[in-house]
């Protein structure tokens, strides 16, 4: 089955380029990931977003960033990941690849949406 992007498919008013780069930010365990993928798209299954083609930086940067290379051997040999929508924060469409990133989500005055507690390990 072939499907039209995210964006295209509920807006196809919007922007039409060929090859558009979207931005994710979702949080997952405590902590806040930045993702770049070529495409994203309503899952069938119920409630998830489907990310696929992640994008990663050049690896012929002389300076390595710890966060970008633990992201990356995290999502090795990844070829579609579902997101559960609560957990997304943002999706950008974008004109060039930043640095994808992991941080620690920080907590602030609002109450965060309950949520089933994280088993420990």
Do not use: C, H
């Not at 089955?1 to 008013?13: C, E, L, N, T, V």
């Not at 999706?91 to 060039?96: A, F, S």
């Amino acid at each position: 089955m072939i499907r039209a992007p995210f964006f295209r498919r509920y807006f196809p008013s919007m922007n039409k380029r060929e090859n558009p780069i979207f931005k994710v930010i979702f949080q997952s365990q405590g902590q806040v990931f930045e993702i770049y993928a070529k495409q994203i798209f309503q899952s069938e299954l119920w409630g998830f977003l489907e990310v696929e083609e992640l994008v990663f930086g050049e690896r012929s940067q002389m300076l390595v960033d710890p966060s970008e290379e633990r992201l990356k051997a995290q999502f090795d040999g990844v070829l579609r990941s579902f997101i559960p929508m609560p957990s997304i924060i943002r999706i950008d469409e974008v004109e060039r690849i930043g640095t994808p990133k992991v941080t620690e989500a920080q907590v602030g005055n609002v109450m965060p949406f309950p949520m089933p507690p994280i088993p420990q390990r």
